[in-house]
């Protein structure tokens, strides 16, 4: 029987940009697999407009921190050596690298043009509110100091169908590019009627040669870093023919086993099944619904039913399909999706994805290491670390629920024989101290279990009929199981 499996997102938005992160990777490597931690989800490789920019910028999809373009050879991160180097450390310690690929959009042209365009309303994509007229636009990519190396292909304004800024006029807004055939991509969310631009040069998934070359690219990425998986970013925003297809061509290159999840911001569970279903469920999506419902019960605090957190959720409709999380870049304080899971909830909303059967969790570097920037966050190492520990160690077998109580809700994982002391008992309160009586198996009469967050400092007794009544404090969580051994 295979360990549980756990993902982490190795970055914040706030990183210090000063070219070490893929040092700072390797060098963690190792202890990252003690923890449990067999996936990274690491940030975009690929150039960005600069040596700050995070990698949603994209600039240069073929310089991966090799080239001196935007005013800088390494990307934030570090220089491409640096990232093969991290990649090799985290196989050599079996850790497998899901790299955040950007195939919305490109940041930073080298040129600009002049071409028509209609500018449309910003809250209805598909209303026109100008007649045609001639813009001068940044949408000329010829990477002159990458020479070819790679890819011969040249950007214009051909190859995307929208831009937000007039350089001719000092005009920022939403511009339709007009030309033969030209449109939105029909295959996108219908957020603002259409919501297939979001910025920047918005690449023409309806132009062959733009299909073609990013299906190149992808398995030339796949190929150059060995790597093991992509996240997809901003695909609501993506022809979903155009994702399937992509997924399609990097697997035929890579095999089968190469992971794909997307980033697919959507809350309503319908749109998720339905977007799953339109890409034939070849790849797995983060559960959105799911951390809302957390940014919602830390918000609500004893108002909140935790009886109903997993409804209209991925991980309770496709946990096959499901990549759960607390919280992401995106998420945290200041950024653009701003919707954090507030302190005094976060460990519960961790037990709840990683102490779980279902769904594949991902941890965020901002919650174990804390966030950088003008206003830092502390990382909760101390408060995770149990949790992964019990994930590693006890979270395995049969689950039983408890959900009986809409302000004390429990589950145990009953164990298997194949992963020694496993088996636990978690209960978590939104409200008022509490306790539950719950059945971990008769076989374990007399075992004596601990809380192993450290919050309740009792032994607890297994009853002669498998009974153990099981105590937490007020708005925290417990975790009961065989005291800690040494980790394998």
Not at 277 to 292: I, M, Q, R, T
Not at 351 to 369: A, T
Request: some cysteine; aromatic content about 14%.
């Amino acid at each position: 029987m295979e360990r549980n499996h756990t993902m982490m997102q190795f970055f914040e938005w706030h990183l210090s940009p000063d070219g070490n992160h893929w040092n700072r990777l390797q060098e963690l490597a190792p202890e990252l697999k003690k923890k449990g931690i067999d996936s990274v989800w690491i940030p975009p490789v690929t150039k960005g407009q600069s040596a700050e920019d995070t990698g949603y910028g994209v600039y240069d999809l073929y310089d991966l921190g090799e080239f001196d373009q935007r005013g800088t050879v390494r990307t934030k991160y570090g220089t491409k050596q640096e990232l093969q180097e991290a990649i090799a450390a985290c196989h050599d310690n079996g850790i497998q690298v899901y790299v955040d690929v950007v195939m919305n959009h490109k940041a930073g042209a080298d040129e600009t043009e002049e071409f028509q365009v209609i500018e449309v309303d910003a809250e209805n994509r598909t209303e026109e509110i100008s007649k045609p007229f001639k813009i001068k636009g940044w949408t000329k990519f010829t990477f002159p100091k990458r020479k070819d190396k790679y890819s011969t292909f040249k950007w214009s304004f051909e190859h995307f169908n929208g831009i937000d800024y007039d350089a001719k006029t000092d005009k920022t807004g939403i511009f339709r590019i007009v030309g033969d055939g030209k449109k939105w991509n029909d295959h996108v969310n219908d957020e603002f009627s259409n919501y297939d631009y979001l910025m920047f040069a918005n690449l023409d998934y309806n132009y062959p040669d733009v299909q073609a070359e990013m299906i190149r690219w992808g398995n030339w990425l796949a190929n150059t870093l060995q790597c093991d998986g992509y996240r997809l970013d901003a695909i609501k925003h993506i022809d979903y023919r155009f994702i399937k297809n992509f997924v399609d061509n990097v697997r035929l290159q890579r095999g089968e086993d190469f992971y794909f999840v997307g980033e697919f911001w959507v809350p309503e569970l319908s749109a998720c099944q339905t977007y799953l279903e339109n890409v034939d469920f070849k790849l797995n999506l983060f559960d959105v619904p799911l951390h809302y419902k957390f940014h919602e019960a830390s918000k609500a605090g004893a108002d909140f039913d935790l009886t109903t957190i997993f409804e209209d959720t991925l991980v309770l409709m496709h946990p096959e399909h499901a990549v759960t999380f607390v919280d992401n870049h995106d998420t945290q304080p200041n950024e653009s999706l701003e919707s954090w899971v507030e302190d005094w909830f976060k460990q519960s909303a961790y037990s709840l994805i990683l102490l779980r059967k279902d769904g594949h969790p991902c941890i965020f570097y901002g919650d174990y290491f804390g966030i950088g920037g003008e206003e830092p966050v502390d990382g909760k190492a101390v408060a995770m670390d149990p949790l992964l520990y019990a994930r590693y160690h006890t979270a395995y077998g049969e689950q039983e629920d408890y959900f009986d109580d809409a302000h004390l809700i429990g589950w145990v994982r009953l164990g298997c024989a194949e992963m020694e002391r496993s088996g636990c008992a978690v209960l978590i309160s939104n409200r008022d101290e509490g306790e539950k009586r719950m059945f971990v198996g008769e076989e374990r009469a007399g075992e004596v279990w601990v809380d192993l967050t450290g919050t309740r400092d009792e032994n607890i007794s297994i009853e002669d009929d498998g009974f153990a009544t099981f105590l937490v404090n007020g708005g925290s969580v417990s975790v009961w199981a065989q005291p800690e051994a040494e980790l394998d």
